[in-house]
């Protein structure tokens, strides 16, 4: 199938054959054309699958058929958990709209509001956000809703995991009933779906990939390894592999920063990038990782959401996630687009529990390797890790995850054990800063 039989227009078209694309995704041949009908569609999409052009283009072309006022009100939303996935989406409407008359600007909080607010004063169609600076700005006046016609929730799931949900019914309540949703997510929990009831005018389904599974494209092994010997191990494959590209999770920031240290030392540059990064820290060491100056960038979960790096060869677990759905989104960042990749998990004994409920999650038996002088240790005790509960989220094993996490806060600075209390913290902060 050629990008020419979705019904696009020729500007649309050229700007895609300018990217080099010849193929739509799946998710685009499905999309596309249900867009340009006008139906809300509740899209099962993976970051790497192609699915931001899967509704920008079509968002495109609907607005750029509609009369065209002086004042121009904002006629498209699309929200984003993170600022980074913000700027993402936002460059591809840049990039798909160039040779149409349409123009857009991205919010997000930790940057000053006046080049935002003066952007929006100059009249923009589309409007990609995170949901705190957008409500932000509408409580002070500076931007109005009222005449939206599509509404995009980009990676919903994370949304809700980040305690949006509130901001997010807001945020509908201040647009016009009629209008068309399109919903974005990686996995389709109970949430998802309520939301989606919720929302959504009778959406169509589209599914890209099976729910919760993993991209084909992508091989994945484990090493069983001593939790004291991690550190070695991953710096032996990556300088034996001469790997030039990896991106290596942790579960905590303190843990984020310990291993980047490590790494330097070892005489791999490495960047570390996550929550208590300031917003320039975190674009200078993506910046440094896409242009192959940094060679690690050591991210927590939710920092690393929704980066665009295209072809990036090796995602590294350096411990697995404690929620199993991470599991998808982190591999996820390999294999893109149909190009190959790797997805190595160092799991010692304490993760035992994560990786049975992640291959339960994928249906797939996950190949095991050990490498020698880097064994497992055998008399370690296989009790899942203490979990501090900050992000709002059920983790695997949450009976026993009631004490304090001894190993650093997670990604939104949450050490606590009280769930409400730190979920209040949260949305407090996220109000605050949305900093992540
Ligand atoms: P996304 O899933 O939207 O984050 O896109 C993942 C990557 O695929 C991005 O780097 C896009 O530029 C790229 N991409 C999107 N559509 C296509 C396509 N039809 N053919 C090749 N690459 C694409």
Redesign the pocket.
């Known amino acids: 199938m050629s990008f020419n039989s979705l019904g696009l227009s020729n500007a649309l078209l050229k700007a ?1 054959s300018k ?7 799946p998710i ?1 041949q499905k999309a596309i054309p249900l867009i340009l009908e006008g139906k809300d569609i509740l899209a099962s ?10 509704f920008t283009l079509p968002m495109l072309q609907k607005l750029s058929q509609g009369q065209q006022l002086r004042h121009r009100p904002i006629k498209a939303l699309v929200l984003t958990p993170t600022r980074e996935l913000a700027a ?1 989406v936002y460059d ?1 409407v840049k990039t798909y709209s160039e040779f149409l008359d349409i123009r857009s600007a991205v919010i997000f909080g930790g940057v000053n509001q006046k080049p935002q607010v003066a952007t929006i004063r100059n009249g923009v169609d589309i409007i990609i956000a995170t949901p705190g600076r957008l409500l932000d700005l509408q409580n002070q006046g500076l931007l109005s809703l009222s005449k939206i016609e599509i509404l995009v929730l980009d990676e919903a799931d994370r949304m809700l995991d980040m305690g949006f949900l509130r901001d997010i019914k807001k945020i509908i309540s201040l647009m016009p009933r009629r209008r068309q949703n399109l919903l974005f997510s990686a996995t389709f929990s109970k949430e998802i779906k309520k939301l989606a009831n919720d929302f959504l005018n009778h959406p169509v389904l589209v599914e890209a990939t099976p729910e919760n599974s993993t991209v084909d494209a992508i091989e994945q092994k484990v090493y069983r390894v001593a939790k004291s010997l991690k550190t070695g191990l991953i710096i032996k494959l990556i300088s034996e592999g001469n790997w030039k590209q990896v991106l290596v999770f942790t579960r905590t920031k303190h843990g984020a920063n310990k291993l980047c240290k490590k790494m330097v030392s070892a005489g791999i540059s490495a960047a570390a990038i996550h929550g208590n990064k300031s917003q320039g820290a975190r674009t200078k060491a993506l910046a440094g990782f896409k242009n192959n100056s940094v060679r690690v960038l050591v991210a927590t979960d939710i920092a690393a959401r929704g980066l ?1 790096i ?1 072809l990036l060869p090796h995602v590294v677990n350096f411990e697995l996630p404690n929620i199993s759905e991470d599991y998808v989104h982190r591999i996820g960042r390999t294999g ?3 190009a190959s990749g790797e997805a190595l998990s160092l799991v010692s004994a304490e993760e035992t529990t994560y990786l049975r409920d992640i291959e339960k999650l994928v249906s797939l038996k996950i190949p095991v390797e050990i490498v020698e002088g880097f064994e497992p240790d055998p008399n370690a005790s296989t009790e899942p890790i203490k979990q501090g509960q900050g992000r709002g989220r059920r983790p695997h094993n949450s009976n026993k995850s009631k004490s304090q996490n001894s190993r650093g806060t997670d990604d939104r600075g949450n050490s606590g054990n009280n769930r409400n209390a730190s979920r209040n913290k949260n949305r407090n902060r996220r109000r605050n800063s949305n900093r992540r």
């Open positions: 895609v990217q080099g694309y010849t193929t739509p995704t685009q999409a993976q970051t790497g699958t192609g699915k931001t052009a899967g993402q591809n665009d295209p893109r687009a149909g």
